[in-house]
């Protein structure tokens, strides 16, 4: 990346890996929290995953979410965390999108709960746009994934 001058670019891509990591660590671990049939039931209303995975899915997506917390919080394969994490991103983008297009009212339970709303509840515009700031943040890491207070500087990565 050009124009930020060098020493200011880890600065930054230590701020973004913070916050992608708080939001993925705050989003994961509500989710761990919850109730196994909680967990479920949110991958089951956006009727995408086929019934046999959606358990899956719903206690692996908390665990993926965390794990990559943890590697980003950490700075440990910073750029493949970073591109895992807007991969997830652009996932949790697209089956927002396709929930609005099929007119599923639900909630996305992103930061825990999940399932069927009433007409009128949902929020899929100010959703996607906030998993598109995350999607930039990961994108940053990703393109310019050089950081301080990392494992990988420590490592010579």
Not at 35 to 55: C, I, R, S
Not at 121 to 137: C, P
């Amino acid at each position: 990346m050009t124009g930020w001058p060098t020493p200011t670019r880890p600065w930054l891509t230590t701020a973004a890996r913070i916050a992608l990591a708080v939001v993925l660590f705050w989003a994961g671990w509500v989710k761990f929290t919850q109730p196994p049939a909680l967990q479920k039931q949110a991958v089951e209303a956006y009727q995408l995953v086929p019934d046999g995975l959606t358990g899956l899915v719903g206690y692996g997506l908390p665990m993926l979410e965390l794990v990559l917390a943890l590697m980003l919080l950490a700075g440990f394969a910073t750029r493949f965390g970073a591109i895992l994490s807007g991969l997830l991103m652009a996932v949790f983008i697209g089956g927002i999108a396709s929930a609005w297009a099929r007119g599923l009212s639900i909630d996305c339970g992103c930061f825990g709960g999940g399932g069927a709303v009433g007409a009128g509840e949902t929020e899929y515009l100010q959703e996607m746009l906030r998993d598109t700031l995350f999607l930039g943040l990961a994108v940053w890491i990703a393109v310019s994934p050089k950081s301080r207070c990392a494992v990988d500087e420590r490592l010579g990565l």
